[in-house]
């Protein structure tokens, strides 16, 4: 794979330095070990290691990935592996896309309290579109779905939102039979959007009462019961948006649109452009218009690109790709068969060696996925590693290329 002309950490190995010196005392820890992570990933600072071909004896020197899941370099191992452990899981049925949005109302209360609030976005959609879908007058059936946080719009600015991908049916509230949805309709959008605006206020008024959320800078007024009551009363009566795209073509086409989505991070280093004197330069899309005039160019001075690109840092720990209803990680598999047994579904077949945890997946914690060998296509292997800051015991074979980068 051919290295893009431009990436991130080289936009942090320019400007970084002096980012941090301006910002000193107003940037979070995680944030300052993700921006060490992308500029070490990839370079002799986190060691590396010799890789050899089973086949013909090829060696060469690759330097280690940080493995870190905002990096735009690693998350393409990531999204294979997660994707290969969800194939046994696939349903022949059409797959629906939604998307739940906050109002841009609760983005900052949310970037000040981002463990609390998106915890509350993934409930809050979760529990609309079981209930929606359980309900007689609906589906009436048992469902799952599979939600991913996106915390950015195309700019890189602050815009939460969930996107849910879920099958076309459930198994019915008795377990008796498979339900399918209208073709080409899930649950009425109109509906969703209003249990979910009442269900995240909800919870969002009483995690105040709780004390759980915490307001610095311009929200600092927030803190008073009746301010926060008065800040939120407005959204009560505002249409809170929540998008249902049509049905996916198959299960191959779900597992290519999820490749997409579950991995991707702030802005991949294929939408840059250029860095000079005027800032850094990426490309963008402006959803406000249609066709060929969405897409566009964007330049940002660096510091400001560096700022927007840290505000999606997510808390420590935080998994931002979740399973609920039929697809729950602690049922999954006997609903899964249950549901094939209904629908009358040939089994999926699938290698156990492929099988990853979510939360190590959700962490960013990706498989060992090393390019081919560049002379026959062999597997390469490890034969020997190194620390940080030494070099192998002994030069490769006479016929090592130079250093390769391990995905």
């Not at 910002?23 to 002799?44: T, W």
């Not at 983005?107 to 879908?133: C, G, M, R, S």
């Not at 009358?344 to 990853?356: F, G, M, V």
Request: charged share 20%; net charge positive.
């Amino acid at each position: 794979m051919r290295r893009p002309k431009l990436e991130v950490a080289d936009i942090f190995h320019h400007h970084a330095a002096a980012w941090r010196r301006a910002n000193a005392g107003h940037v979070s820890l995680g944030q300052l070990k993700v921006m060490s992570a992308i500029e070490c990933c990839r370079s002799a600072a986190l060691g590396g290691h010799v890789e050899h071909c089973e086949d013909c004896g090829h060696s060469r020197i690759a330097d280690n990935s940080c493995r870190n899941r905002h990096c735009p370099k690693c998350q393409g191992a990531a999204a294979k592996d997660w994707l290969a452990a969800r194939e046994a899981d696939l349903l022949p049925v059409g797959y629906f896309h939604l998307v739940f949005t906050l109002p841009a109302e609760i983005a900052p209360v949310a970037y000040q309290n981002k463990a609390v609030v998106y915890d509350l976005l993934f409930q809050a959609a979760a529990e609309t579109l079981l209930t929606i879908a359980a309900d007689p007058k609906h589906l009436g059936a048992r469902i799952g779905a599979t939600a991913v946080l996106h915390t950015w719009g195309s700019a890189m600015t602050h815009h939460p939102h969930l996107h849910m991908i879920v099958p076309g049916g459930g198994i019915s509230l008795d377990g008796t039979r498979w339900v399918a949805c209208r073709p080409g309709f899930l649950v009425p959008v109109r509906v969703l959007s209003r249990l979910f605006r009442r269900l995240f206020l909800s919870r969002l008024a009483d995690a105040h009462a709780t004390g759980r959320l915490a307001f610095f800078g311009e929200l600092d007024g927030l803190r008073d019961r009746q301010a926060f009551a008065a800040h939120l009363a407005p959204l009560g009566r505002k249409n809170w948006f929540v998008y249902a795209k049509p049905p996916f073509a198959g299960p191959e086409a779900v597992l290519a649109y999820l490749a997409r989505y579950t991995h991707r991070v702030a802005i991949s280093n294929s939408r840059l452009v250029g860095l000079d004197e005027r800032g850094v330069t990426f490309r963008d899309k402006d959803y406000r218009r249609n066709g060929r005039e969405r897409l566009r160019t964007m330049t940002l001075a660096p510091d400001e690109f560096i700022r927007r690109f840290l505000l999606h840092v997510l808390p420590k720990g935080f998994h931002r790709i979740r399973h609920y209803g039929l697809l729950a990680s602690a049922t999954c598999k006997a609903n899964i068969a249950r549901a094939k047994e209904l629908i009358a579904a040939p089994p999926i077949s699938i290698d156990p060696a492929t099988q990853h945890d979510d939360a190590d997946m959700a962490a960013g914690v990706a498989a060992d996925h090393r390019p081919p060998c560049p002379c026959c296509g062999g597997r390469m292997i490890i034969v020997e590693s190194f620390r940080r800051g030494n070099a192998p015991r002994g030069p490769p074979s006479p016929r090592a290329g130079g250093r390769a980068a391990m995905p």
